[in-house]
């Protein structure tokens, strides 16, 4: 399918310009997360406190070709000094992308299902946020998964991160015992 | 479309299984989704239009652009609400503010108790000052 660039407004041309822009930096997005999940997957022993990970951007490294394909061919509609891609062969890789994130997904969940435990990590959901495609988080011992964690789940998970950065190793009491003072400071904020 | 329809599914799933959160965690949270869904579909839509040279129809390969596009950027969205996240500023916004309503309401209620008791105690004084009518004594 040869769409001819002269048909297209300035305002279309500016929007496909823009839009390239942004699907570039979207799949720069979904390779850093997935490239950061591998590496956290591959470093279990090294993570004291949690691990972030995100399924769907494993997964989504499917989309990322037909994404960059998009993207040059949306930047060949704003700049027609570029040689153009033919649409069809994106449109027809667009169904099997689609179908190979969906069982992707399932597959990971699977796997993550069997390989994080088996390193000794938790799933928490009362850590993990609420969102179709957000991360999950896995905690490495039970005692960092409190009942009402989700309250402060963003607080906890910083200072997961600065205890990690700065190579302490707390007890499960002083775990539990911070975790309670942020509950008790954010009951305190809005109850 | 199904993106909202499963956030609400989750947030609502969230908010049972958590008995300490609020009506504003779960509308912070789906506004967030709903913000991130238009958005993404909105560009999803657009720059498949542009691409195929014309409004996408409901025909297969278009179609399932539109969703791999949308589907994306939802995930590119996602990552950067790492450290935005939007969903639980919008809650603690939310909260905020519920919490100054209730003590403005609070406030309110405390001065019409207080009003209430002058009436009940002293009728004449309290509506001498209520209208601010000079107390004029005949001697």
């Known amino acids: 399918m040869a769409v001819d660039n002269s048909e297209l407004s300035g305002l279309q041309k500016g929007l496909a310009f823009i839009y390239s822009l942004v699907l570039l930096v979207a799949n720069l997005l979904i390779a850093n997360e ?38 040059y061919i949306l930047l060949t509609r704003a700049l027609s000094v570029l040689p153009q891609l033919n649409v069809d062969k994106l449109l027809k890789a667009a169904l099997p992308c689609l179908l190979l994130l969906l069982v992707s997904r399932v597959a990971i969940g699977f796997y993550l299902g069997d390989y994080l435990p088996s390193k000794g990590f938790i799933y928490c959901d009362k850590l993990s946020r609420t969102a179709a495609f957000s991360g999950q988080i896995w905690v490495s011992k039970q005692a960092y998964c409190h009942d009402e964690s989700y309250l402060v789940n963003t607080e906890v998970l910083e200072w997961f991160d600065e205890q ?18 942020f509950i008790a400071e954010y009951k305190q904020r809005y109850q | 479309m199904l993106s909202l329809v499963l956030s609400v599914g989750f947030h609502a799933v969230d908010q049972l299984l958590n008995d300490q959160k609020t009506w504003h965690d779960f509308v912070g949270g789906v506004a967030a989704d709903v913000i991130y869904a238009g958005v993404a579909t909105a560009i999803a839509y657009s720059a498949v239009s542009i691409a195929v040279g014309g409004i996408v129809t409901f025909t297969l390969g278009p179609l399932a652009l539109v969703v791999i596009v949308g589907v994306g950027l939802a995930i590119g969205f996602a990552a950067l609400d790492k450290k935005i996240r939007l969903g639980e500023k919008l809650a603690a916004l939310l909260k905020q503010e519920s919490a100054k309503l209730d003590r403005s309401m609070s406030n309110v209620s405390h001065a019409a108790d207080k009003f209430n008791n002058e009436y009940s105690n002293d009728t004449m004084d309290f509506l001498h000052r209520i209208f601010a009518i000079p107390k004029l004594a005949l001697q």
């Open chain 1, 164 to 181: 990690q950065s700065a190579g302490t190793m707390p007890s499960n009491d002083e775990v539990t015992a911070q975790i309670e003072l």
């Open chain 1, 34 to 71: 997935a490239w950061s999940a591998l590496k956290l997957l591959q470093q279990t022993e090294q993570r004291f406190f949690y691990m972030d990970i995100m399924p769907f951007a494993l997964a989504a490294l499917w989309l990322v070709p037909v994404m960059l394909m998009l993207s």
